[in-house]
């Protein structure tokens, strides 16, 4: 990222914005992404939002994707405890505690694939993780080992052959052997996990519980399923006297019902989508308080999708 922020900053008040308007948007997009993107990235969003390309002799199309898709895994990153079934996006941290052999199987098509599994700790619980073809290929050397740290980004979570739950790599996923980002809570997090039975065992019985105590607890939800019942759409003025959209959705997920919100043009292409009763799947939410009813409600994000099941 070697743009400095002033650079940054400077490039959109030429392209037209006014100084009020940039920190309007920059304001809004860091209370959007609930504090996870750095001000640099945001301006980046902001930039291509608006049609401008922020290309400079040091600034290549690699850099501008990493500073657009820059998070604190940190903060993202959620305990083995935590994975519910159904679950897209996962972060995790942990220790592997115990490897599996890769093994090679033959598609219908006559293709082969291969599948690794380990077994993933942290202070909270065990869980086993799958890779895929390529990913269990990449797992094939000598520093994924046992008692190695590891960050995976982009799983997805499953009931297994045994009904445990497993964490799945996605093929956009990646694991990052030896983090060097880890916050010294994170590294003191690990310090008490060991490699003992008691891991081992424990991966048994990972819960497959209600998304309700998660998303009440969290602010931001990677995907959800569940039945709609539209509950209003609503044309707005807004105080600029610009025109926006409120759709509103009653999302019953495992008899646990939540509202979604859905803002401006998005509400009205999701209104064209569901129908009444239709079970759906929603990605990238996030979750804010009703001031005036202190409820929890998932709200639409620039990233948000919406697909009919």
Known sequence: MSASIDDLYQKLLESGFSEEELERQVQSKAKEFGGFMSKQGI?????????IYLQSSDNNEQSYKEIEEEIDYDDFTIDISEVKEGMTNIVLLGKIIKVFRTRDFARKDGSTGAVFSFLL?????????????????AAKTEFFRVN?????????????????????LGRKGKLVLSPKD????????LESVNIDQTHEKSYKTVP???????????????????????????????????KSFLLA?????????????????????CLKLVSEGDCVSITNLTVKENSYTSEKELVFTKNSTLKIL
């Open 43 to 51: 301006l980046f969003i902001i930039a291509k939002e608006n049609g």
């Open 121 to 137: 700790a942290d202070s909270t619980k065990t869980v086993k993780i799958v890779l895929w073809d390529d990913h269990a290929k």
């Open 208 to 242: 497959r519980e209600s998304l309700k105590e998660f998303i009440l607890q969290n602010k931001f939800v990677s995907s959800v399923k569940g039945q709609v019942k539209i509950e209003y759409f609503k044309e707005l003025e807004l105080k600029s006297g610009d």
């Open 148 to 168: 190695e740290l590891i960050r995976l980004i982009g799983g997805y979570s499953k009931a297994g052959k045994s009904e445990n739950l497993e964490v799945h």
């Open 249 to 269: 959705l009653l999302l019953d997920i495992e008899s646990f019902v939540i509202r979604v919100k859905i803002w401006g043009m998005e509400a009205i292409e």
């Open 182 to 189: 880890l916050s010294q809570r994170a590294k003191d997090k």
